[in-house]
């Protein structure tokens, strides 16, 4: 970096003084100093930046809540929900992977780790793996720990500070910071938005809570693209809470069947090339002899109003909010929709009725009802997939006997 000297520093004392004064004497005689010289107060400093957040503070306060998962083929983190020894962790973080396994199968015996080194034997009081979320429970008698404070994962901002806490490649304890680099990460494949960060995650970190700079969980810990730096992805905390009620309930992700299998978001251009007058779910297949079948849902309809609110979705963030709405309300309730049919030439308005049923439980994927799960047979060198109506709609077959070979 080049130096500058003003030339002032090489002139004499007398030089400077001399300059000021005059200075100072044209001012007075100007009428600019009224009342002979005032003593004037040297300019403020500017203001100085809030400090932020110190990481040791964060970790003093939520260490003694953040708890490590170990069992005989995986190790993970999670957090303590509850004084009496209820804690969230990750679905695939308590699943029993070996081969040969069955792939809904929790591992028989699972040790928790708390900060301050004591371990517990833990149950699994449910497990799901979209959205990716498990609870365990361990029995801690009389004694009292360490909740964590639940923060709102729907409030959250792009750029917001954020710092993740648990076992990365085993490191028990160890904290990361970063920002939420995207609160709507849709394109991931999975049954709900997620969050992104770029706060350090690693294996050994699944589970674990991701806070906020208060100290309040933002979301779980699940996944970090290991080909790439900072790319770590988050279950939103307020999706997590929805399913750690249900596993207390029902024992299992219990979510309601949606009564068609593909649909999609009417965004702009589309909504402009079907003549839409609005923006809505368009529906792209309906299982014929289904429930929503038989209350009038068609392919090609477009869903507006749910129970009288408006569902525009002119994108795949709003989508994934429909599903999740509709998935989670309780079964054998009843639901009001208002879709647009196309009948000669137009838009016409309708609105049915119909009692959500109940999805069939698959804790260990993600698909709903009728989507296409596929099985391998490595010692047979393929895979089978059942015959279920949207594969026979896919593949225009006559028959749903047999398996499809793919």
Known sequence: MERIVSSCVRRPASCVWGTAWRLLACAALSGLLDGGLVAQEPPAPPAAEPAPSQDPGIFARVDPSVVTISHERAMGSGFILSEDGYILTNGHVVMDVGDGEDPKAVSRRITVTLSDERKFQARVLGHNLDPDVALIKIDVGAERLSPVEIGDSRAVRVGQRCFAVGSPRGMRRTLTSGVLSNIERTDLGTFTTVLQTDAAINPGNSGGPLFDEQGRV??????????????????????AMVLQEHYRRHGYFRRAALPF??????????AAALGLPGHGVLLDFVEEGSSAWAAGLRSGDVIVRVDGKPCPARTRTDLLAFRWDLSTREVGSRVRLDLLQYEEGTWKPRAVEMELEEDTPAPAIGNQRGEIPEMLYQPLGLGVRRIVPLARYAFDLATDRGVLVT
């Open 218 to 239: 933002l979301g779980l810990n699940t996944y970090a693209d290991q080909r790439a730096n900072n790319l770590g992805f988050t279950v939103p905390i307020h999706v």
């Open 261 to 270: 299998f593909f649909a999609q978001e009417t965004h702009d251009p589309l």
